[in-house]
């Protein structure tokens, strides 16, 4: 089964609370089972250094958002056998502290938005049925 897990924090990366937790540990033991689980986090400014060295770029594209379009750059890292997608906006994360903005709707408006444009372009939904065809 192929799994496509938003979470706005997870460990190891970055974290707040309970869902950090449950975010960092649940995709690791699906993955465990023999699925195909994938986790999609903001890019905060801060996720450590030390994380940040270890991602690549793969790709950025734009989102349509209200009356404008909003750019995002997608980097991946895998760790514990889990695949991770970060995804950058500067003027949506970089910023101190993950919640309590007064834009914080747009926000993850705009990452929930941004996560759905990444399985088309990552063509990630489509690859495991293609190859059975």
Same mark, same amino acid.
């Given at each position: %089964? $192929?799994? #496509?897990? /938003?979470?706005?924090?997870? &460990?190891?990366? !970055?974290?707040?609370? *309970? #869902?950090?937790?449950?975010?960092?540990?649940?995709?690791?033991?699906? +993955?465990?089972?023999?699925?195909?689980?994938?986790?999609?986090?903001?890019?905060?400014?801060?996720?450590?250094?030390? @994380?940040?060295?270890? %991602?690549?770029?793969? +790709?950025?594209?734009?989102?349509?958002?209200? @009356? &404008?379009?909003?750019? +995002?750059?997608?980097?991946?890292?895998?760790?514990?056998?889990?695949?991770?997608?970060?995804?950058?906006?500067?003027?949506?994360? $970089?910023?101190? *502290?993950?919640? *309590?903005?007064?834009?914080?709707?747009? &926000?993850?408006?705009?990452?929930? &938005?941004?996560?759905?444009? /990444? !399985?088309?372009?990552?063509? @990630?939904?489509? #690859?495991?049925?293609?190859?059975?065809?």
């Amino acid at each position: %089964m $192929k799994i #496509l897990y /938003l979470s706005s924090e997870a &460990r190891p990366f !970055i974290a707040s609370g *309970g #869902l950090a937790d449950v975010a960092g540990s649940l995709p690791n033991a699906l +993955c465990a089972l023999g699925h195909d689980c994938r986790v999609v986090l903001p890019l905060y400014s801060d996720i450590k250094p030390e @994380w940040r060295e270890k %991602m690549t770029f793969l +790709c950025n594209f734009n989102v349509a958002l209200a @009356w &404008r379009n909003q750019y +995002c750059g997608v980097y991946t890292i895998t760790h514990n056998g889990v695949t991770y997608y970060l995804l950058d906006n500067e003027y949506y994360f $970089k910023r101190n *502290g993950l919640y *309590g903005y007064y834009d914080d709707h747009e &926000r993850f408006a705009f990452f929930s &938005r941004a996560a759905v444009e /990444l !399985i088309s372009i990552t063509n @990630w939904m489509w #690859l495991e049925s293609s190859l059975q065809n």
